[in-house]
């Protein structure tokens, strides 16, 4: 399994970004998928959460903010980020949950690096 996420970049206070998680080698459908964030310094925390039947979860701090959605047919993960705040500066990871009869496994792309200037 392989996950590439991408969209990262340089933006202003306020403004938006959408991250992208494309997926190789494992279904996205029916499984908990999410995105999560490391600042520098600082342990790795939950963002985004969405089920196998594509329910919704956000952290406190970006709930009405970020919106994660997913195109199971093309194997794809967003994370719409609005009103951006310093404080979501970070490197986010997309996240795919596998839990089957082989066990249990978590996945993990390689990070994309979110800069908000003020």
């Known amino acids: 399994v392989q996950l590439q996420a991408s969209g990262g970049g340089l933006v202003q206070v306020g403004g938006s970004l959408r991250l992208a998680c494309a997926g190789s080698g494992s279904a996205f459908s029916g499984r908990r998928m999410g995105w999560y964030r490391q600042a520098p310094g600082k342990e790795r925390n939950m963002v985004a959460l969405i089920t196998g039947d594509d329910t919704t979860y956000y952290a406190h701090s970006v709930r009405g903010r970020f919106t994660i959605s997913r195109d199971n047919y093309n194997n794809t993960m967003y994370l719409q980020m609005n009103s951006l705040k310093p404080e979501d500066t970070a490197v986010y990871y997309c996240?795919?949950?596998?839990?089957?009869?082989?066990?249990?496994?978590?996945?993990w792309g390689q990070g994309t690096l979110v800069t908000v200037s003020s």
């Open positions: 996240n795919l949950h596998v839990q089957d009869g082989g066990g249990i496994n978590d996945y």
